[in-house]
């Protein structure tokens, strides 16, 4: 069945009805969508040590230092 052929049909619906067709489709698509974003999930996961160095991750100190020194360069030029 079409959603065309369905339309009249829920046109001719109480609001009540047509209210609780709109919640189930509702839960229908966030299911889909759950659903799928699951599966794909673990794709993005796999591409994750795409920017990965040999170098060590920097000290909160050095981070500090060089967003000191963007700032100057941003502010100060």
Do not use: C, H, W
């Amino acid at each position: 069945m079409q959603a065309q052929d369905l339309l009249p049909q829920v046109q001719k619906l109480p609001l009540a009805e047509k209210l609780a067709l709109l919640n189930f489709l509702v839960q229908t698509i966030q299911r889909t969508v759950l659903s799928n974003a699951q599966t794909e999930r673990p794709k993005a996961v796999s591409l994750m040590g795409l920017a990965k160095t040999e170098e060590p991750a920097p000290s909160d100190s050095e981070v500090q230092t060089m967003l000191a020194e963007r700032r100057v360069e941003k502010y100060m030029s």
